[in-house]
């Protein structure tokens, strides 16, 4: 009689989340290569299997570890970004010298009219 009886939590369970369930899935790749089908955690947008109970890491000494993993070059690291940041402010400013230049060299007339740089 053990096997045939059902617990209560058993009850609907194969059912629970079935193809009509109309709320939020995990949809995250599986082994198989198809969309996890579990009901996602709210806010986070995957099901607990998936990292939808991870909070990140806690500790500085944490959160510099997962930095070092995730970097797979440094062309999109802060510093960098920073650089080119400053390198295109420098380009306008000489953009704009030029232009002006250019302007007063029209109108005093060492360049034509119709000039374009």
């Known amino acids: 009689m053990k096997d045939k009886s059902l617990r209560l939590s058993d009850i609907g369970h194969a059912t629970r989340f079935g193809p ?3 709320g939020k899935r995990c949809l995250a790749k599986t082994r198989r290569v198809t969309e996890c089908q579990r009901p996602a955690i709210t806010g986070a947008g995957r099901c607990r299997l998936h990292g ?3 909070t990140g890491p806690r500790t500085e000494e ?3 570890r997962i930095s ?3 970097t797979k ?3 999109k690291t802060k510093e960098r970004l920073a650089e080119a940041k400053a390198r ?3 380009n306008r400013e000489i953009w ?3 232009k002006t230049q250019i302007e007063l060299a029209i109108r005093d007339g060492y360049l034509p009219k119709n000039y374009r740089p």
């Open 20 to 22: 009509n369930w109309p």
């Open 52 to 54: 939808g109970r991870s």
């Open 62 to 64: 944490g959160r510099v």
């Open 68 to 70: 070092a993993a995730n």
């Open 73 to 75: 070059h440094g062309r």
């Open 88 to 90: 295109a402010q420098a």
């Open 96 to 98: 704009y010298a030029l």
